[in-house]
């Protein structure tokens, strides 16, 4: 069954706190029209921000890929704000920001001068128990953009593969393009062979994930192997385990892989996996 999500009870929209209801924006807001924005979503296991900076950093840089003018230096604050607000800073919980490039007469090129429409708001996150999760992965075509490095709101192509996934009873996506995995419809994919870990490079095919850094600084301090390369779907039946990573995601397992009603990969070992689960969970309660 499909679930619901919720509504926040307070959002912060262009220096307002205010409940959702309240919280409008033009209908030429180029979010709106055009999807002329970017997102992010920074974890907080109870009330403590993981990685931050490194969240911030990615921010930063999407507002400047798509030259959207923003002090991002007054995040932070607002954030811790954010939670208290929703009264979760001792519990489990994320910051959504989303930042469009604002409200102006419809142009395909950008306005001069316009104002930033800033939204965000906290909400609560179950972060528990990833290790015993098993997901059902569906193997789909990625028709995405060629810019996936920029966290756009502009995610279409994501939601209708989740749809297919959810809809079908799967839990997510692996995309496939040019015969490669690359990512999730939002998760990062590492694959294991042999005690190697295979993951994607960065690059404008897949989003920078947070997770992903924090993973790969795992695989050094533990001496456990890494390469950065495009992993091709006809080497599946040579894996052992995938995991799929993500600030909500966190490190979760892949149970089974489907592709055209068949599936191509069921979960045998697990140890790599547990070892990352393991230090990821310390470092997270840390
Ligand atoms: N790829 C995509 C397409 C995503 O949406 C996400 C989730 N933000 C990720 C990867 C994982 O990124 P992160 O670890 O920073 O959450």
Same mark, same amino acid.
């Given at each position: 069954?499909k $679930?619901?999500g919720?509504?926040?009870?307070?959002?912060?929209? $262009?220096?307002?706190?205010?409940?959702?209801?309240?919280?409008?924006?033009?209908?030429?807001d180029r979010g709106f029209m055009f999807g002329d924005g970017i997102y992010e979503v =920074? *974890?907080?296991?109870?009330?403590? *921000?993981?990685?931050?900076?490194?969240?911030?950093?990615r921010l930063?840089?999407c507002?400047?890929q798509i030259?959207i003018?923003?002090?991002?230096?007054?995040? %932070?604050?607002?954030?811790? %704000?954010? !939670?208290?607000?929703?009264?979760?800073?001792?519990?489990?919980?994320a910051?959504y920001i989303q930042i469009s490039r604002?409200?102006?007469?419809? =142009?395909?090129? +950008?306005?001069?001068?316009?104002?930033?429409t +800033?939204l965000?708001?906290?909400?609560?996150?179950?972060?528990? $128990?990833?290790?015993?999760? &098993?997901? #059902?992965?569906?193997?789909s075509e990625d028709f995405r953009w060629q810019r996936c490095d920029i966290k756009s709101t502009a995610l279409l192509a994501n939601t209708m593969s989740n749809e297919e996934a959810i809809t079908?009873?799967?839990?997510e996506n692996l995309l496939?393009r040019?015969?490669?995995?690359t990512e999730g419809s939002h998760s990062t994919?590492?694959?294991?062979?042999?005690?190697?870990?295979?993951?994607?490079?960065?690059?404008p095919l897949i989003l920078s994930g947070? =997770? &992903?850094?924090?993973? !790969?600084?795992?695989?050094?301090? !533990?001496? /456990?192997?890494? %390469?950065?390369?495009?992993? *091709?779907?006809?080497?599946?039946?040579?894996?052992?385990?995938?995991?799929l990573?993500g600030t909500t995601t966190?490190?979760?397992?892949?149970?089974?892989?489907?592709?055209?009603?068949?599936? /191509?990969?069921?979960?045998? #070992?697990?140890?790599? =996996?547990?070892?990352?689960?393991?230090?990821? %969970?310390?470092?997270?309660? #840390?």
């Amino acid at each position: 069954m499909k $679930n619901k999500g919720s509504y926040p009870s307070e959002v912060y929209l $262009n220096g307002e706190w205010m409940p959702p209801q309240e919280a409008t924006v033009s209908v030429f807001d180029r979010g709106f029209m055009f999807g002329d924005g970017i997102y992010e979503v =920074t *974890p907080f296991y109870r009330g403590k *921000p993981f990685h931050l900076q490194e969240h911030l950093e990615r921010l930063r840089y999407c507002l400047a890929q798509i030259k959207i003018p923003f002090d991002i230096t007054i995040l %932070e604050p607002l954030m811790f %704000e954010a !939670l208290s607000r929703a009264g979760l800073t001792e519990k489990d919980a994320a910051v959504y920001i989303q930042i469009s490039r604002g409200t102006a007469p419809r =142009t395909h090129y +950008f306005p001069d001068d316009i104002k930033p429409t +800033f939204l965000m708001y906290a909400f609560p996150v179950q972060l528990e $128990n990833f290790q015993q999760k &098993r997901w #059902k992965v569906l193997v789909s075509e990625d028709f995405r953009w060629q810019r996936c490095d920029i966290k756009s709101t502009a995610l279409l192509a994501n939601t209708m593969s989740n749809e297919e996934a959810i809809t079908g009873g799967y839990d997510e996506n692996l995309l496939v393009r040019e015969g490669c995995f690359t990512e999730g419809s939002h998760s990062t994919a590492f694959f294991v062979v042999d005690g190697m870990i295979y993951t994607r490079p960065e690059g404008p095919l897949i989003l920078s994930g947070i =997770t &992903r850094k924090v993973v !790969l600084e795992i695989c050094r301090d !533990l001496g /456990i192997s890494y %390469e950065e390369v495009a992993f *091709p779907v006809v080497r599946v039946s040579e894996v052992d385990e995938i995991f799929l990573t993500g600030t909500t995601t966190q490190i979760t397992t892949v149970g089974s892989l489907h592709y055209e009603g068949e599936e /191509i990969f069921r979960s045998q #070992k697990g140890e790599i =996996t547990a070892r990352l689960q393991e230090e990821f %969970e310390r470092r997270t309660r #840390k």
